[in-house]
């Protein structure tokens, strides 16, 4: 994808430019120690700060949220930030909590924002499903995105959200071409639960991503909180052992700094 940066914050937060356009993934910007509760029993501690302040990071035309209801995703100062942002993004529940401008996305469903001598971007509402079988009244909706825009070769850039693999992400494989796939990982658990997953494995990206074919696999949320089970080592060991010319390719983005994405592949 020439022209396109991106920079990794923490956690879920991402900061993509492409165009002009300056638009953030699930703002979080608290700073570590505090414990935030999830509801049902479940709670986790903010164990490191993101690489880049809310003061330091200009101007934001769109953000894109996953889901509102988990500080992990959106925490007090991302919640902050949004009065300054003019676009945003999330669930059909998640745009009702904050209020305009948030626009309301079902899944499938779309947007298109334009810009003076700006491109205009698509976003699209992919499938998430935060949990085992049945959890989602506990859960809540989510969603991921796929980003479009003219002059894109091989495919969109796409945002899984926080999701377990089930049939539903898998729908990604059948309606998109996805050249870059910014994957949220993590395992996360809670002792409450057990052995239940919330977000995906290491693994379960693998065998997603060997289904969707991306030309790059950018894994996230995988650090910062205490309810993560896989963290950056377990990424890093996996990076490890793929070998030159394997696809997809996998890569881990330098925390703070801009990465123009043709060079990521």
């Given at each position: 994808m020439e022209g396109v940066r991106l920079t990794h914050i923490g956690g879920p937060t991402v900061l993509i430019e492409v165009g002009g356009w300056r638009i953030l993934t699930d703002p979080t910007f608290d700073p570590p120690g505090e414990r935030y509760s999830f509801g049902w029993g479940t709670s986790s501690v903010k164990l490191s700060g993101p690489a880049v302040s809310v003061e330091d990071l200009g101007p934001i035309?769109?953000?894109?949220?996953?889901?509102d209801h988990h500080a992990d995703n959106l925490d007090i100062a991302g919640r902050a930030l949004l009065a300054s942002v003019p676009r945003i993004v999330t669930t059909t529940s998640g745009a009702g909590r904050l209020g305009p401008p948030a626009i309301p996305l079902a899944t499938w469903g779309s947007t298109v924002f334009e810009g003076p001598d700006l491109p205009a971007i698509e976003v699209t509402a992919t499938p998430c499903?935060?949990?085992p079988p049945l959890s989602h009244p506990i859960t809540g909706d989510v969603i991921?995105?796929?980003?479009?825009?003219?002059?894109?070769?091989d495919g969109v850039l796409w945002i899984s959200g926080d999701t377990v693999l089930y049939d539903g992400v898998r729908q990604v494989a059948d309606r998109l071409v996805v050249e870059?796939?910014?994957?949220?990982?993590?395992?996360?658990?809670?002792?409450?639960?057990?052995?239940?997953?919330?977000?995906?494995?290491?693994?379960?990206?693998?065998?997603?991503?060997?289904?969707i074919g991306p030309k790059t696999v950018i894994p996230v949320h995988y650090e910062g909180w205490s309810h993560f089970r896989e963290d950056r080592s377990a990424v890093e060991q996996l990076v490890a052992g793929r070998g030159q010319g394997d696809r997809p390719v996998y890569r881990l983005?330098?925390?703070?700094?801009?990465?123009?994405?043709?060079?990521?592949?």
């Open positions: 035309d769109v953000v894109l949220i996953t889901h499903r935060h949990g991921g995105f796929a980003l479009r825009w003219d002059g894109q070769t870059t796939a910014i994957v949220h990982v993590g395992a996360v658990r809670f002792p409450i639960t057990g052995p239940l997953h919330y977000t995906m494995t290491i693994h379960d990206a693998v065998e997603l991503c060997e289904q983005l330098p925390f703070g700094e801009a990465v123009d994405l043709s060079e990521v592949g």
